[in-house]
């Protein structure tokens, strides 16, 4: 079993000006067998909640329960978990099947044969068989942490701790370790936490993701939920990529718009009676842009905004486009035979139903993209969405 539930977590350091707070009052119920992602930008708290589960950091408020079992004051040596570093942490003067070995010498009293058994059953597993009489200096950056894995799921625990294990691997290792972990996960079912500030690998491997800000938890959910219906500003414009462009519009419910200095829009009646304040920010996901050279012709003319592009991107089967909207850059992800050269004005158009508002002042989410959700990763959110 692998539940674990987090109440109230806090952790500050002391520091010559005053308390440091790396983690404030994080609550978070973590299913037996689930792979969670803890993402944020550097300083968010994510390396901090994972070592504070682990035991490697002592909590100044709040608990941690591992199936309904306070541990937030035992020893890591006493909470059946297995982590996994950054930097793998291998020994380098022992062989691969001696740092595999290492831990159940340490903390259990099997014989000699069963971890030789174990080891070998878990170096099969990893595709790692011919390497175990080699030291970590002679293996590569990904066979290191092939050692590593193995060396944590030969433990059999309750929980996996992953504190950004692919971080050192170039890109082509890295996707493809991602997806080794995600196999592996899923054959073993050992509840998961998984540290990353990548939002790429959190979109792809985790059940869940758990989006941190200056320790602060802003969202958690599945990852196109957090995609699609971004709780916040900070939240949508973390998650994608590119990012989501943001502008400053005002609504002006009794003409029914969205005015920005540089275009107005339509807004619909039931949102504008609906908002709490007239300052917003608009969000647009670069691949609901289009562009147009033939605004006449456009089906919805009320919504276009006259661009100039300032740079493209190919990217083969996309193409970013940098446009300027008065004083504001943002990005469209066109199909990559569209054609679009720098200083050429065109007209943009986003479909109403693809786009988000935000209050300026809170940042909180007024209208999310009606995009369309695995039923069932969503409870409420459906009826939050408005249209333009």
């Known amino acids: 079993m692998g539940r674990i539930d987090i109440d109230a977590l806090t952790k500050e350091y002391s520091s010559p ?6 983690v404030e009052r994080l609550d978070l119920e973590i299913d ?9 930008p550097s300083g968010c708290g994510k390396s901090t909640t994972l070592r504070c589960i682990a035991g490697l950091e002592t909590v100044t408020s709040g608990s941690i329960r591992f199936d309904g079992t306070d541990v937030t004051d035992e020893k890591p040596k006493d909470r059946d978990i297995a982590m996994v570093f950054q930097n793998y942490a291998l020994y380098p003067h022992m062989t691969a099947r001696e740092n595999m070995a290492f831990g159940l010498k340490m903390s259990t009293e099997l014989s000699a044969d069963e971890i030789e058994s174990r080891v070998e059953e878990v170096a099969e597993m990893m595709d790692i068989t011919e390497l175990l009489g080699d030291r970590p200096g002679e293996l590569s950056g990904g066979q290191q942490q092939r050692v590593a894995l193995g060396r944590a799921i030969v433990r059999d625990p309750d929980v996996f701790l992953m504190d950004e294990p692919l971080s050192n691997l170039d890109a082509k290792l890295r996707a493809q370790m991602r997806t080794e972990l995600q196999q592996l996960q899923n054959e073993l079912g050992v509840t998961t936490i998984y540290v ?9 491997m985790g059940d869940r993701i758990v989006i941190l800000n200056d320790g602060q938890l802003q969202q958690v959910g ?41 275009f107005t829009m339509p807004l619909s009646e039931s949102l504008a009676g609906d908002l709490d304040s007239t300052d917003l920010v608009l969000g647009i996901r670069p691949e609901h842009v289009s562009l147009t050279d033939a605004p006449g012709t456009h089906s919805e003319p009320e919504r276009l905004i006259e661009t100039e592009v300032t740079v493209t991107e190919p990217m083969g089967d996309v193409t970013n486009v940098y446009l300027e909207v008065g004083d504001e850059t943002i990005t469209g992800t066109v199909d990559g035979h569209v054609g679009a050269a720098p200083g050429e004005r065109l007209h943009m158009h986003v479909p109403a139903s693809k786009m988000h508002l935000f209050d300026a002042d809170s940042g909180r989410s007024v209208k999310h993209s009606d995009e369309p959700i695995d039923a069932g990763t969503l409870a409420d959110a459906d009826s939050q969405v408005e249209t333009v």
């Open 17 to 22: 000006s005053g308390p440091i707070r790396a």
């Open 32 to 40: 037996d067998g689930e792979f969670i992602v803890l993402v944020g």
């Open 196 to 204: 990353t500030h990548d939002q790429t690998e959190a979109m792809t």
């Open 222 to 262: 599945t990852p196109l939920e957090c995609y699609h219906r971004p709780a916040n500003r900070f939240v949508a414009g973390f998650i994608g990529s590119p990012p989501m462009n943001f502008l400053e519009v005002k609504a002006d419910p009794e003409e029914g718009t969205l005015v920005n200095p540089a």
